[in-house]
């Protein structure tokens, strides 16, 4: 359980964004909230290879949405939001 300062405990569930494939590939799809993203027309995951290269590929892609590369991939979904500043 995950315990808040004042809250009550509470279980959150996590969905896993890698799966393996029936030879044994790893797979990682892109999630945008509960959608998964379509890097390319039918292809809902990034073939990864080996379980151990998913860290270096996470950080390939967290390096591409820092640099705004999927910001026309969500436009063309419909799935962008605007970003609320902090008041201070």
Request: hydrophobic fraction near 45%.
């Amino acid at each position: 359980m995950i315990g808040l300062a004042g809250c009550w405990n509470y279980l959150k569930r996590i969905k896993r964004w890698w799966f393996q494939d029936a030879v044994g590939n790893c797979l990682l799809a892109i999630r945008y909230g509960n959608r998964v993203l379509e890097l390319e027309k039918g292809k809902g995951a990034i073939i990864v290879g080996k379980p151990d290269q998913l860290i270096p590929t996470i950080d390939k892609i967290i390096a591409a949405v820092n640099a705004g590369e999927l910001d026309a991939l969500l436009s063309e979904m419909g799935l962008t939001r605007p970003i609320r500043k902090v008041q201070k």
